[in-house]
């Protein structure tokens, strides 16, 4: 597990269907949540490169599914986010139809990275996605980002909000509190993605 660092990474292609996502290696890992939740700026933490996926201070700026390699190994693979776009044509039909695709038995999804702002109550979006993403058997992770702004009740709030929004039991589904800024919780979430990996 501590041999690989996700250091060696590079932007491969954009794609709206799964069809024509990359088929290079077997195992991608996704990335998903609303718009502005900090999916970019995850990834780029993740491999050590802030120029690896575009960020933008603009909700709505991720329009396709974007496929990253690492270590010649596996795809981390960027969403769009929900519940919001500056552009009036990504809809909601096009976005549920590309999503709908990618789920829809993809053998090479092995863990979906599902992240929430710490900060707020998941929205109504986020409980649809959550509903969305149970009604499969895919792995996942509930990740809650920009962790580094919250203050101590703040932060126990957390699961609190999960537990009384998205109706799941903390204890045994406990979200990951992650900062771009805290590279110890960095390193946590690649650990869990390798240990996904190297079981499969």
């Known amino acids: 597990m501590e041999n690989y660092y996700f250091n060696k990474a590079k932007f491969i292609k954009s794609v709206v269907d799964v069809k024509e996502a990359p088929g290079e290696y077997n195992s991608s890992v996704l990335f998903v949540g609303k718009s502005n939740v900090g999916k970019s700026s995850l990834i780029n933490a993740l491999t050590n490169n802030k120029r690896l ?5 603009k909700p ?5 599914l974007n496929y990253y390699s690492v270590e010649d190994r596996f795809y981390l693979v960027d969403c769009p986010g929900y519940g919001f ?26 863990l ?8 707020h109550e998941p929205t109504l979006d986020d409980v649809d ?14 990740c809650m980002t ?11 709030k957390i699961y609190k909000n999960l537990e009384n ?7 045994t589904n406990q979200p990951l509190l992650v900062s771009i800024n805290d590279k110890s919780s960095i ?10 990996l190297e079981e499969n």
């Open 53 to 57: 996926a575009y960020t933008s201070s």
């Open 60 to 64: 709505g700026h991720t329009r396709l």
């Open 85 to 110: 776009s500056t552009k009036k044509d990504l809809d909601y039909k096009f976005y549920g139809d590309m999503v709908e695709g990618f789920f829809k038995d993809n053998k090479s999804l092995k």
């Open 112 to 119: 979906v990275v599902f992240l929430l702002d710490s900060r």
């Open 129 to 142: 996605f959550y509903n969305f993403l149970t009604s499969y058997d895919y792995k996942f992770v509930i």
């Open 146 to 156: 920009k962790c580094d702004k919250l203050n101590m009740s703040m932060r126990s």
């Open 165 to 171: 929004t998205l109706e799941i039991d903390t204890n």
């Open 187 to 196: 390193l946590k979430l690649k650990n869990m993605i390798e240990k996904v």
